[in-house]
């Protein structure tokens, strides 16, 4: 009878991680070129995507329009980094975000709000 257990427990040990369940992070996203994304909370920098690689599938990044409130321009027309909360599945150890599920567009002044958020550098 030991041996059974002692089986079915290096099994649970040896099995692959299961996501865990979905997460929202809230803070600074950032878009500075083509590609670049990332969003800044306060347990660090979670990997959107990275061009020419890496890129978190789920729905299109929605756009932050030309409103002051919701988006700073640093790169050309379209570039730069707005506040934002993203639900989904993340991967801790290499701070990916894993799949998006929901991405919701907030004010600039929920961010700036938060002390425990460093605003990006404007330019």
């Excluded at 290096?10 to 299961?18: K, M």
């Excluded at 500075?32 to 920098?45: I, V």
């Excluded at 919701?70 to 027309?77: D, H, S």
Aim: glycine share 10%; with cysteine.
């Amino acid at each position: 009878m030991i041996k059974p257990l002692a089986t079915a427990a290096l099994v649970l040990i040896a099995a692959p991680p299961v996501f865990a369940a979905s997460e929202t992070r809230c803070g600074w996203f950032e878009n500075p070129t083509p590609a670049n994304m990332w969003l800044n909370d306060r347990g660090g920098e979670w990997i959107v995507s990275v061009q020419g690689g890496y890129h978190a599938p789920g729905p299109d990044v929605p756009d932050f329009g030309d409103d002051k409130s919701k988006w700073v321009v640093t790169n050309g027309i379209s570039y730069g980094y707005g506040c934002a909360c993203i639900r989904g599945r993340l991967d801790h150890s290499s701070m990916r975000i894993v799949k998006i599920e929901r991405f919701v567009v907030k004010s600039l002044a929920a961010c700036r709000g938060d002390r425990s958020l460093k605003e990006p550098r404007s330019g």
